[in-house]
């Protein structure tokens, strides 16, 4: 019986984690995510990094209702090694300052490098939101 659960919640397990339909974030520092990007020969070598708060409404807004969809893991995991940081804690604080970051959300475009490519401040719907990123590349 015990074989039988087992097996069960290991294919729950392993549907569950092919479900995950929007953006998928990193999870190692901001350091590992930019050597990621700068070594990553196959696929995207650009990050896009979630500048947010705790506190910060549209930022949840964002978290919450538009990272999540299956849209948006389409565009932003194809184009981009996604990172997000409270900017207000740990390694947050020295890149809030680092990169200016005052207002929230911010959302940094950096190259494998650190540095910024673009910028979109604010958030919004997913389809002006791509929009806005696709500018702030174009820079």
Do not use: H, S
Request: aromatic share 12%; glycine share 10%.
């Amino acid at each position: 019986m015990k074989r039988i659960l087992t097996f069960i919640a290991a294919i729950t397990l392993t549907f569950a984690a092919y479900a995950q339909e929007g953006i998928k974030w990193e999870t190692g520092t901001f350091q590992q995510t930019l050597n990621k990007a700068k070594e990553n020969k196959q696929g995207p070598n650009i990050v896009f990094l979630d500048c947010y708060t705790t506190w910060c409404g549209p930022c949840k807004f964002m978290a919450e209702n538009v990272f999540t969809t299956k849209e948006a893991g389409d565009y932003f995991n194809k184009k981009f090694i996604n990172a997000k940081m409270d900017m207000e804690k740990g390694e947050g604080i020295e890149i809030a300052k680092k990169y200016k970051v005052r207002a929230y959300p911010t959302f940094l475009i950096l190259d494998g490098d650190g540095n910024e490519l673009g910028r979109v401040v604010g958030g919004g719907k997913l389809e002006l939101f791509i929009e806005k990123v696709e500018k702030a590349i174009k820079k």
